[in-house]
């Protein structure tokens, strides 16, 4: 096991370095947390020198900081990082696993469904010495993918589209006698984790894109749809993508939205790292991923829980 996850890594890193790309390393301590109403950071105290007490973080992902290091260098970059996220347990979550975050210059959405493609095809070449994978009793040749927008594989999938609130309440209620009130983003994850998502990468790489701009996060907006895209491969999501917002104001307002969420959900008053902010800026047209290392692995050596890829 653990040779054949050196070889995937060493593929991946020279793969990267074969188109250009520079290996960074960011700081995994960090004073300011993601604001995903989603993601939980795990805090701790430290003490420094001086006897002066502080708060910090375990990054969730070295997101920010490798923007700040896009927005000085504007050249392709990529790193292999352990991250922390607290309230995960299951057989596709740990609260500490490892990801491949990369940001390529120039690149829009197209361009960074074929760079995960290649990513997914060196990986496979690594193990099995061509880019065919065998996953829960199924064969997978990342040389063919699929891809579907977000109002497409509601529609096929649920029978309703994402923009229509008052239908997929109905066919929530429908299924789940004496649910609650949902608001419109909860029952948006309701439908995408039980009724979208499981059906994703059945047969093919799958990649999803154009998100409800609610789901756009830190990517930007564009004719209305969020300018993102996820990456699945028999109902398991892998990659994360943004074509980057590099607004500062946008990304401020969004931010300032975000910590007020997390106010209410925890009770705790979260800060905004405004270095960051400043630095979009000067951060160039980019596109940004997030890959699960971890999760990976389960996909090309056919496994089913995360904690067996992580010994």
């Known amino acids: 096991m653990i040779r054949r996850k050196a070889k995937v890594l060493k593929r991946i890193r020279d793969y990267f370095d074969s188109t250009g790309a520079v290996e960074v390393l960011t700081d995994i301590l960090q004073e300011y947390p993601n604001l995903d109403s989603n993601i939980y950071p ?36 990529y790193q292999i990082t352990k991250v922390f996220r607290n309230f995960e347990g299951s057989k596709k979550h740990t609260i500490e696993f490892t990801m491949l975050e990369w940001y390529r ?22 193990v099995n010495k061509i880019p065919k994978i065998s996953f829960n009793g199924k064969t997978f040749d990342f040389r063919q993918v699929e891809k579907i927008t977000v109002n497409e594989a509601f529609y096929k999938y649920a029978g ?5 609130y008052e239908k997929m309440i109905q066919l929530i209620k429908s299924n789940e006698k004496g649910i609650k009130e949902l608001s419109y983003e909860e029952a948006f994850y309701y439908i995408y984790a039980f009724y979208v998502e499981p059906n994703l ?3 093919k790489l ?21 300018k993102r895209f996820e990456a699945y491969v028999d109902g398991l999501e ?4 943004y074509y980057e917002l590099n607004d500062p104001q946008e990304q401020l307002k969004r931010l300032e939205e975000d910590a007020l969420k997390k106010k209410k959900e925890t009770g705790r008053k979260y800060h905004i790292d405004l270095e960051f902010i400043e630095s ?23 496994k089913k829980d995360i904690k067996q890829v992580q010994n």
Do not use: C, W
């Open 280 to 302: 979009l800026k000067f951060m160039p047209e980019a596109s940004g991923a997030s890959l699960g290392i971890d999760r990976l692995f389960m996909v090309l050596f056919d």
């Open 238 to 241: 892998l990659v994360n993508v």
């Open 201 to 203: 990468g059945k047969e």
């Open 105 to 126: 210059v120039g690149y829009n959405l197209e361009d960074l469904i074929d760079d995960t493609q290649n990513i997914f095809i060196e990986a496979a070449i690594a």
């Open 160 to 164: 309703v589209y994402p923009d229509d």
């Open 42 to 77: 795990l805090s701790l105290k430290i003490t420094t020198s001086g006897g002066e007490e502080k708060d910090v973080f375990l990054h969730t992902s070295p997101e920010l900081q490798m923007k700040k290091l896009l927005a000085k260098y504007k050249t392709d970059i």
């Open 206 to 226: 799958t990649f999803i894109y154009d998100y409800p701009p609610q789901f756009a996060a830190m990517a930007k907006i564009e004719n209305g749809r969020g």
